[in-house]
């Protein structure tokens, strides 16, 4: 059976109210938002979160945050909390990108109370992992990536009823503008001891993406892989018609 990617894209802080309908309307008017044969999900920012859960409503389209805290409610300002996001109509919950790391201030330990949190409040938590060039060069990435994954995974109420993390690797030197892609053989490697970890773990592997300088010319490559689960687009995702041309590329080479 063929498998069903999950392919997405972050829209980071990027688009206006008025650009986000843009990109519903022509993503919503495409067959492929229906989400047969690919899961597809859109993640935009926090000002045009309950729009674009509006608009995609009905749609195969999966919607979710950039961000959530781990407390519910209370005195943090400028935070989200996982209660907003699900009352903006948010199903999912991107968590510990790299940009978020490095300029934010989130460690494995936020990290780990943010998945926790997403997790109990019934929210797919997608859980960003990368290893720096530094740890890359030094041939420390399977070290880095097993921190990473251990600390996301280890508050996380498993016992709780649909309870949902799904991985994406995300090499820190692949992304952004002028980042280099990962082979995609070199990321089938890494996408298999990470689910390899997790099934050690947990008695069963979980989900693992790939992103970082996504692009249409490597997303085949990288979706066929046999370890690779989808993947999340950056900017080459940011206008619907490089979103659905590249899902459109995936489903086809899938079969």
């Not at 400028?78 to 109509?89: N, R, T, W, Y």
């Not at 940009?99 to 997790?119: I, S």
Request: glycine share 12%; net charge negative; aromatic share 6%.
């Amino acid at each position: 059976m063929p498998k069903r990617p999950w392919v997405g894209t972050s829209w980071k802080m990027n688009k206006t109210l008025a650009e986000a309908d843009a990109f519903c309307a022509a993503l919503k008017a495409s067959p492929l938002a229906a989400g047969e044969k690919a899961q597809l999900f859109v993640i935009p920012p926090f000002t045009a979160l309950s729009r674009v859960a509006e608009s995609l409503s009905g749609s195969g389209v999966v919607v979710g945050a950039q961000n959530a805290h781990w407390e519910d409610a209370g005195a943090w300002t400028g935070e989200i909390s996982p209660l907003q996001v699900k009352d903006a109509g948010g199903r999912l919950v991107e968590i510990g990108h790299s940009e978020r790391r490095t300029h934010f201030g989130e460690t494995d330990a936020t990290v780990a109370l943010r998945t926790a949190a997403a997790v109990r409040n019934g929210l797919v938590a997608l859980v960003c992992i990368g290893d720096t060039a530094e740890e890359f060069a030094g041939g420390h990435t399977a070290a880095a990536l097993k921190r990473q994954t251990e600390a996301a995974l280890s508050k996380v109420d498993w016992t709780l009823p649909g309870a949902t993390v799904i991985l994406a690797y995300e090499p820190v030197w692949s992304i952004g503008e002028g980042g280099t892609p990962a082979e995609p053989g070199f990321a089938d490697e890494r996408h298999a001891e990470i689910k390899a970890l997790t099934e050690s773990l947990l008695g069963r592997s979980l989900p693992v993406l790939y992103g970082g300088s996504v692009n249409p010319g490597n997303a085949v490559d990288l979706a066929t892989r046999p370890h690779i689960d989808g993947l999340f687009i950056g900017r080459s995702a940011w206008q619907p018609e490089g979103y659905l041309g590249i899902v459109a590329d995936v489903v086809a080479a899938l079969g």
